[in-house]
């Protein structure tokens, strides 16, 4: 398949070295070009170039203003009986809009944001939250499984945003949770490594802690951070549009909030571009200075 993907980051990149691995012509734009020519798949000039190249076109963008910026550029062009699949984690009214504009110019769209890093990309097991008519999930259905290690149609589109940012809440406050845990050891004697494996074990876990536990012991050692997966300015921004989500229902998000500005904290101290993992130590870290 003739496969366009906008927006090379971490997650965009990832994706296209998994499909290219698959045998799919894979073609890429990115707004810093460079960034996307270092990963040696053929790269557009403009947006507009890569949907006309491509009978399906995958959208991973930093947030709800590049995506639609991106997509107006996208549906300049003659894209009829093309299929977009918007993959950003953003709030339920971009795909809504998205969705709208791809059926005015005679695209298929469907959105399907992932549970998932890096790692879990690069190896086909992210899970698809897809949102959109039956028929085009269905028609996207085989595209995605390559990507997916489970892929749920969940509702129209906007259903799969709303449960992009609901499923990862839990996992983002999480990471302050733990940071609150550790400080109740700040005099403990064992070693990171041992903590965090007694800390996986137990019911108050999360299924993330049994792979990125060794990797929070590292940075509890002291250690380098491991390569950014996710960095905490994404976790702040994701944070953000859920509070916002949230608002727009009228509801209240108080302990998200909370996390927030922890995060916020930690991002103004220098670690917005860190791994996630530095999270939990850096609370620890200010509970040992107090």
């Given at each position: 398949m003739k496969i366009g993907i906008a927006g090379t980051g971490r997650m965009g990149a990832a994706l296209a070295a998994r499909l290219a691995a698959l045998g799919h012509e894979v073609s890429l734009w990115n707004r810093t070009a460079a960034k996307a020519r270092a990963l040696g798949l053929p790269v557009a000039e403009t947006p507009q170039e890569l949907a006309s190249g491509s009978?399906?076109?995958i959208t991973m963008l930093a947030d709800a203003a590049a995506v639609r910026s991106v997509y107006e550029a996208l549906l300049a062009g003659d894209v009829a009986g093309?299929?977009?699949?918007?993959?950003?984690?953003?709030?339920?009214?971009?795909?809504?809009?998205?969705?709208s504009l791809c059926r005015q110019k005679g695209a298929?769209?469907?959105?399907c944001p992932v549970g998932g890093s890096v790692g879990p990309a690069k190896e086909g097991k992210l899970f698809?939250?897809?949102?959109?008519?039956?028929?085009?999930?269905?028609?996207?259905?085989?595209l995605l499984e390559q990507m997916c290690r489970r892929l749920e149609h969940v509702g129209p589109a906007g259903a799969g945003a709303a449960m992009k940012l609901a499923?990862?809440?839990?996992?983002?406050?999480?990471y302050q949770?733990?940071?609150?845990?550790?400080?109740?050891?700040k005099n403990s004697e064992l070693p990171g490594e041992k903590i965090m494996a007694i800390f996986a074990d137990t019911s108050g876990a999360p299924a993330m802690l049994k792979n990125r536990g060794p990797q929070i012991a590292a940075v509890l050692a002291g250690k380098e951070p491991p390569a950014v997966s996710v960095d905490v300015d994404t976790i702040r921004?994701?944070?953000?549009?859920?509070?916002?989500?949230?608002?727009?229902?009228g509801v209240a998000l108080p302990l998200a909030a909370a996390a927030l500005e922890c995060y916020d904290r930690a991002s103004r101290a220098g670690l917005g571009?860190?791994?996630?993992?530095?999270?939990?130590?850096?609370?620890l870290r200010q509970a040992k200075q107090s």
């Open positions: 009978e399906t076109i093309k299929l977009f699949i918007e993959m950003s984690t953003v709030r339920p009214e971009v795909p809504k809009e998205l969705f298929s769209f469907i959105e698809g939250f897809a949102g959109g008519e039956a028929r085009e999930v269905e028609r996207a259905r085989p499923v990862n809440l839990p996992l983002l406050v999480y949770a733990l940071g609150e845990a550790l400080a109740l050891l921004k994701d944070l953000r549009e859920m509070i916002e989500e949230a608002r727009s229902l571009a860190k791994d996630c993992t530095v999270l939990p130590a850096n609370w």
